[in-house]
């Protein structure tokens, strides 16, 4: 019996492997062909927040298994298998949103999920997504503002 090459049956685990890794990149929204780093540091990033991964997988292991220079282990086909699972659910939500433009001061990633609600700045007016529930104010310097405006009457 020769140990150095897997038996059919791992062989076909892992072509599987590979198929489903290349699904996920699609169902993620990218080409596997074309896909660039920031793409499959994207993917990468997803498959380690489901299986809890720190230091995540990197893009060139990714990389390296769809072109198959490389064999998926059993935790990234495990991974994969969940996000499949979860990206079903992700299909609903993103179903029930809406797209809209925002501007973005903090660290969104284009496409992210807002889950909260904007509130006018009690100061300018202006709509935002407050960092807390009961924020006021969109920044200091509006807070201060008003602050300052209210003390003078
Ligand atoms: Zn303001």
Same mark, same amino acid.
């Given at each position: 019996?020769?140990?150095?090459?897997?038996?059919?049956?791992?062989?076909?685990?892992?072509?599987?492997?590979?198929?489903?890794?290349?699904?996920?990149?699609?169902?993620?929204?990218?080409?596997?062909?074309?896909?660039?780093?920031?793409?499959?540091?994207?993917?990468?990033?997803?498959?380690?927040?489901?299986?809890?991964?720190?230091?995540? =997988?990197? =893009?060139?292991?990714?990389?390296?298994? %769809?072109?198959?220079?490389?064999?998926?282990?059993?935790?990234?086909?495990?991974?994969?298998?969940?996000?499949?699972?979860?990206?079903?659910? %992700?299909?609903?939500? /993103?179903? &029930?949103?809406?797209? /809209?433009?925002?501007?973005?001061?903090?660290?969104?990633?284009?496409?992210?999920?807002?889950?909260?609600?904007?509130?006018?700045?009690?100061?300018?007016?202006?709509?935002?997504?407050?960092?807390?529930?009961?924020?006021?104010?969109?920044?200091?310097?509006?807070?201060?503002?008003?602050?300052?405006?209210? &003390?003078? =009457?």
């Amino acid at each position: 019996m020769n140990h150095n090459l897997p038996s059919t049956q791992q062989q076909a685990r892992l072509v599987d492997g590979v198929e489903l890794l290349i699904e996920i990149i699609q169902s993620c929204g990218y080409d596997p062909m074309f896909a660039n780093v920031i793409n499959l540091e994207d993917v990468a990033g997803r498959l380690s927040a489901i299986a809890g991964k720190s230091p995540m =997988w990197s =893009w060139r292991y990714l990389r390296n298994i %769809i072109n198959h220079k490389l064999e998926p282990g059993k935790p990234i086909v495990e991974a994969a298998l969940r996000l499949e699972i979860a990206l079903k659910g %992700i299909q609903v939500d /993103i179903a &029930k949103s809406d797209r /809209i433009d925002v501007h973005a001061m903090g660290n969104v990633r284009p496409g992210s999920l807002i889950l909260a609600d904007s509130k006018p700045c009690a100061g300018c007016g202006l709509n935002y997504v407050p960092r807390v529930s009961n924020q006021r104010f969109h920044s200091d310097a509006c807070r201060k503002e008003y602050r300052h405006r209210h &003390k003078a =009457w």
